[in-house]
């Protein structure tokens, strides 16, 4: 509205408050050569006008009321950004996560009683109170970090969390219990005699052994230590499943019950002084040996320091936690943004289980993961990309692709870097030729038979189901079949496949050694969360870079079906069989960076108090197993 003394010759009106309250300065002569224009008030983006003193602009204070009656409706952008809960929410967050983890570990106490009731063994006492100290000393050490002490980077926060759960996993998942693990315990054994410069190979191929450490892949001592197959009667031990059918070789772990528990206390991890050579009946993993390399270290360490079978199983799943905890530290402080999106990913129940254990997952996830940090620092942080940036990626494709060479396909994250970072078309070009002729190298190196054994084979053969499979041809003619059977594996096992990623059965696939599926529902809306965009928040990615890594991902998981449905599933299955969901944790740190938009945008707490229930959600996940494998007595 045209205020008095706007008009010339007009007067001023003194002590005349403006719709928000504030006095008017009586003095308007300065404004006689602005025009008022009647009816239109003053927009808060023009400039001050002469002679009156404006309030300085404040900052929007969410909830503040502009005009009377109104609430005030801001862009997104301006939410201002809440980066530490109040002290009283985080100490009520840090004290009933405690509370509730002590009621859940008193719950399933029953459990551990009923079986010590069941088998008399009161020593499981003493193992599940070690158990629960080391869990609320972990809970209470990450909450003071968290919460209190909250000025620690997130990929510390990160390694403090990995190291002090693995352990958890790692002791309450025993080893060997992890899937495949076998095969990837004695790959890591042969290189470890390598390493000592002994002979690692019969002459048959398999892999030579101490004598002592035989009893890990036949636990009743059914076959001959020599190779030549089974022995004339059954041993029997004792130990776990003690009612083991004759001329069965069982797996330390493979079959998770009270018994496994038991046997471990018997035979400790010291050595038994004996002495010789045994051979393996367990085929080495033909892949690259720089897979094998942290799990060699340990089992090398545990010979030389003269450790028993047992010493020699946990040193080797401890250098791989080390190595993953060492490795995920680096990709979170590579990454520019998102850093608490992949601590997510590296803290799921799954993702913890596989690191404890001897498997070369491990090396896939760490490397894969380190990649794509790379690849998002020099495209939206660095200057320009430097030779020791180029060589990483190589190393990392040339260590990494012969593991699983379907994940070659992430090398394609690099072209999220612009060309003119490299300095040119002639760099990029070089860089490109560097990158993928290092996978192509080691491709060539490593898996050249086993890609000529599935390409020219004439007829497929399926040993497991002992039925006829499908060959490279067939398959490439028949495109049709191709698309059916990934599309009846989407739509009849998408969600095991989405819970298995997450953790839904752990142990060697054991779906009564699982997370609770309200767990399951809980990791996913933090990881949701922690994808989301927060207040004041940047959105870096454009749309063209998500489309390509879902384009990525995509292609990944067609890789990784096509190779299951070549090498894994008979002509018979009506569904791709040997797809896992922990197949996909090395995409999940990517596409769920993709997730961050500008139409959801999180208000809640920060990051860091949702780490924190992951956390102790996996504290639960293992306290839980460990008291229902006390009451699977056999």
Not at 158 to 173: E, Q, T, W
Not at 214 to 228: Q, T
Not at 300 to 318: D, F, I, P, Q, S
Not at 549 to 578: D, E, K, Q, R, Y
Request: with cysteine; charged share 20%; glycine share 10%.
């Amino acid at each position: 509205m045209p205020c008095g003394g706007d008009e010339p010759g007009g007067k001023g009106v003194p002590d005349r408050t403006d719709v928000l309250g504030k006095k008017a300065v009586p003095s308007r002569a300065d404004k006689l050569e602005r025009k008022a224009v009647p009816g239109m008030t003053d927009k808060p983006d023009k400039k001050a006008v002469p002679g009156r003193t404006d309030k300085p602009e404040k900052k929007a204070v969410p909830g503040r009321t502009d005009v009377p009656g109104k609430k005030a409706v801001r862009d997104r952008k301006d939410i201002p950004v809440r980066k530490h809960m109040p002290d009283r929410k985080r100490l009520a967050l840090w004290t009933g996560c405690g509370i509730v983890l002590l009621i859940l570990a008193s719950w399933h106490f029953l459990d551990v009683r009923a079986g010590v009731l069941e088998t008399g063994d009161r020593w499981l006492y003493g193992w599940y109170a070690a158990v629960c100290v080391w869990a609320g000393l972990t809970a209470s050490g990450l909450g003071y970090v968290i919460f209190v002490r909250d000025k620690w980077k997130m990929e510390q926060i990160f390694a403090a969390a990995s190291l002090s759960l693995g352990i958890l996993f790692l002791f309450i998942l025993p080893p060997l219990s992890a899937p495949d693990e076998v095969s990837h315990y004695i790959s890591a054994y042969q290189l470890s005699s390598h390493m000592m410069g002994r002979t690692a190979n019969a002459a048959d191929g398999h892999v030579l052994t101490r004598v002592q450490d035989a009893f890990i892949e036949d636990l009743y001592d059914v076959m001959e230590d020599d190779g030549s197959g089974y022995r004339d009667k059954a041993g029997s031990e004792g130990g776990e499943d003690s009612g083991a059918a004759a001329h069965q070789a069982v797996v330390l772990g493979q079959e998770l019950t009270e018994g496994t528990y038991r046997t471990i206390r018997e035979r400790g991890l010291g050595s038994t002084g004996e002495e010789g050579t045994a051979v393996s009946y367990q085929p080495p993993v033909r892949t690259t040996p720089l897979a094998y390399v942290p799990q060699a270290l340990g089992i090398t360490l545990a010979r030389v320091m003269g450790l028993g079978g047992l010493g020699l199983l946990y040193l080797g799943r401890l250098f791989n936690l080390m190595f993953f905890t060492a490795m995920g530290y680096l990709t979170i402080r590579r990454m520019p943004f998102g850093k608490e999106v992949a601590a997510g990913v590296f803290l799921l129940p799954m993702t913890l289980h596989l690191a404890s254990s001897f498997s070369y997952d491990v090396m896939i996830i760490s490397l894969s993961s380190y990649f794509a940090a790379v690849c998002l620092h020099l495209a939206y942080k660095a200057e320009k990309v430097h030779i020791w940036d180029v060589i990483q990626l190589a190393l990392v494709m040339g260590v990494m692709g012969p593991c699983k060479m379907v994940y070659g396909v992430i090398a394609g994250f690099c072209l999220l870097i612009p060309v003119r970072k490299f300095g040119g078309w002639g760099k990029w070009a070089a860089s490109a030729a560097a990158v993928l002729g290092a996978f192509g190298a080691a491709m060539v190196l490593v898996n050249r038979q086993t890609v000529a054994m599935y390409t020219e084979a004439s007829e497929g053969y399926i040993s497991w189901a002992e039925e006829t499979g499908y060959t490279f041809a067939q398959l490439l003619h028949s495109p049709l079949l191709v698309l059916k059977m990934c599309y009846n594996t989407l739509m009849w096992q998408g969600e095991k496949l989405y819970s298995g990623m997450l953790g839904e059965s752990l142990g060697n696939m054991d779906a009564v050694l699982n997370t609770p599926y309200v767990v399951i529902l809980g990791l996913t809306a933090i990881l949701l969360m922690l994808a989301f965009r927060k207040p004041g928040e940047s959105i870096v990615m454009k749309m063209g870079s998500r489309i390509w890594i879902w384009f990525l991902c995509f292609l990944c998981l067609g890789a990784l079906m096509f190779s299951m449905l070549l090498a894994w599933t008979p002509v018979t299955s009506n569904v791709i069989n040997g797809v896992q969901g922990r197949y996909l944790l090395p995409l999940l740190p990517m596409f769920l960076l993709t997730l961050k938009n500008d139409k959801v945008v999180r208000t809640d707490c920060g990051d860091r108090p949702l780490l924190y229930l992951m956390m102790v959600m996996d504290m639960y996940v293992v306290i839980r197993i460990f008291s229902i494998v006390c009451l699977r007595v056999s």
